[in-house]
């Protein structure tokens, strides 16, 4: 499966001019189980970041997400994924670029279609695409404490 999108990273060079450092389609594809597919766009740690350096990010070793740093990843849901109801333990900030998803939460279900902007504060959740073409959307997940209800952590899983 490839995706059909450029990344183009920039920097500096050795004399401190913005540079492109990274002009690729990415390779580095993923996927956790049967319609589901996804690649890292780039990562950071710590805060605040440092821009140095000349090394592709992307490469880092990460789960859903990174402590202490973000993870800007693209994911590819097919018609009839199978269900992986999680928590993050993170703040996502994503875009739907294509298609479209339904996001069940404990409470209800929120309907997301190309161009809908989603901001999700560690919410257990499951993504389900209930029509004929795939959803493609970009997530930028930041690392967060976990979610405290009364004397209770919500803590992340899935």
Same mark, same amino acid.
């Given at each position: 499966?490839? /995706?059909?999108?450029?990344?183009?990273?920039?920097?500096?060079?050795?004399?401190?001019?913005?540079?492109?450092?990274?002009?690729?389609?990415?390779?580095?594809?993923?996927?956790?189980?049967?319609?589901?597919?996804? /690649?890292?766009?780039?990562?950071?740690?710590?805060?605040?970041?440092?821009?140095?350096?000349?090394?592709?990010?992307?490469?880092?070793?990460?789960?859903?997400?990174?402590?202490?740093?973000?993870?800007?990843?693209?994911?590819?849901?097919?018609?009839?994924?199978?269900?992986?109801?999680?928590?993050?333990?993170?703040?996502?900030?994503?875009?739907?670029?294509?298609?479209?998803?339904?996001?069940?939460?404990?409470?209800?279900?929120?309907?997301?279609?190309?161009?809908?902007?989603?901001?999700?504060?560690?919410?257990?959740?499951?993504?389900?695409?209930?029509?004929?073409?795939?959803?493609?959307?970009?997530?930028?997940?930041?690392?967060?404490?976990?979610?405290?209800?009364?004397?209770?952590?919500?803590?992340? /899983?899935?």
């Amino acid at each position: 499966m490839e /995706f059909p999108l450029r990344r183009v990273v920039t920097g500096h060079d050795a004399q401190g001019r913005a540079v492109v450092q990274i002009d690729d389609i990415p390779s580095n594809l993923v996927s956790k189980r049967p319609g589901h597919n996804s /690649f890292v766009v780039w990562t950071t740690v710590g805060n605040p970041v440092d821009n140095t350096g000349t090394g592709d990010d992307a490469t880092r070793p990460v789960g859903t997400e990174l402590r202490n740093g973000s993870v800007f990843r693209i994911m590819k849901l097919d018609p009839g994924v199978a269900p992986r109801p999680h928590r993050t333990a993170s703040i996502d900030y994503l875009i739907v670029l294509s298609g479209a998803v339904t996001m069940e939460l404990d409470e209800g279900s929120v309907d997301l279609r190309a161009g809908d902007l989603l901001v999700q504060r560690g919410t257990f959740h499951n993504w389900i695409v209930t029509g004929t073409e795939p959803c493609l959307m970009a997530v930028v997940l930041i690392d967060a404490k976990p979610v405290e209800v009364g004397e209770t952590t919500l803590g992340a /899983f899935g």
